[in-house]
């Protein structure tokens, strides 16, 4: 089979690869759609959790190639990449994501950016007439699930997003449906913000990656005395350093988006401490899917215009890319294409 490879840090190739053999318990796929996100770009720099060589790609629609004991070949799924041990310390707790032996397809095992592939039969989730395009955006929405778990948000709370990519702006929606009263969404690209207002952001924030310092004074004019809750979706440090003179006291900073490893950011403790702000992380997604197909099948969670771009498997590089391109929000890999 024709598959992406990352051979090691910062070197990828379009390549044949040994056809996948399901193990007892998996099913043989053929991934039809794979959704291009930033952790691709971490993965290939050598951050994250990446072992090479590695066929990477998390967001997975595919066809199953031979039935197993519950799904029928030809059934479109949505791959649920992650999985763990149910043995140590964290899983025997019931805190599965935090598995010592955390695996995720496209991360730490092989992924969607190839003409087949396997994983477990009970981590297929049947589409059952959610169109792929659509399905495609199942992975991220479950990130945003765990997210809004994590954020457990009080209803009529005013809330700020930073940052308006695939992520942000499908949390974006997820907290308008689950109790903002008042949502703001603050991002470099118009077209971004323009796709937030569409998805029911009541202000946007035009957010340049140069002197930022008028932005702020924007931002911080919609809430003098801060947001209930600042939602940093952008994994730049010196944008999250501004979050606590964004939060109301009392108020919750999330870490949302993916920064390096080896940054930093710079908080006054006293202010965390005498302003009583939280700060909550949220990684990644275990056990998301079936609500995240539930929003898209109702259409609760709205996707058009998020997918801007699709490649086949030898326009990988271009798809990593694609963000660069005027108007794009998202890329697709269609590894039969
Ligand atoms: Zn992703
Ligand atoms: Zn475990």
Known sequence: MRAVVYRQANQVEITEAPDPEPAPGEVLLRPILTGVCGTDKHLLAGGFM??????PGHEIVAEVVHGGSTLAAGTLVAVDNTDVCRACDYCRRGQT????????????????????????????????????????????LACAVHGADMLALTPGSDVL????????????????HGGAARLTVAAPSQHKLDLAVHFGADHTVVLPRGDQDGAFAAIKALAPNGFDVVVEATGVPTILERCPSLTRMGGTIMVYGMADADDR??????????????IKGSFAQIECFDRS????????IKTDGIVTH???????ADALDAARLPGAVKAAIDPQR
């Open 310 to 316: 699709t490649f086949g498997l030898d326009g990988f």
């Open 50 to 55: 990446a072992t090479y060589p590695l066929i």
């Open 161 to 176: 997003v930073l940052g308006a990519g695939p992520t942000g702006l499908l949390l974006t929606q997820l907290l308008l």
């Open 265 to 278: 950011v710079a908080f006054s403790p006293y202010e965390i401490f005498s302003r009583e702000l939280t």
């Open 97 to 140: 994501l935090y598995c010592t032996a955390f695996r995720s397809l496209g991360c730490n095992a092989p992924g969607g950016f190839a003409e087949l592939m396997v994983a477990p039969e009970r981590k297929c989730f049947p589409l059952d007439g959610v169109d792929p395009s659509v399905a495609v955006l199942t992975e991220p």
């Open 293 to 300: 197909l539930a929003y898209l099948r109702t259409g609760r």
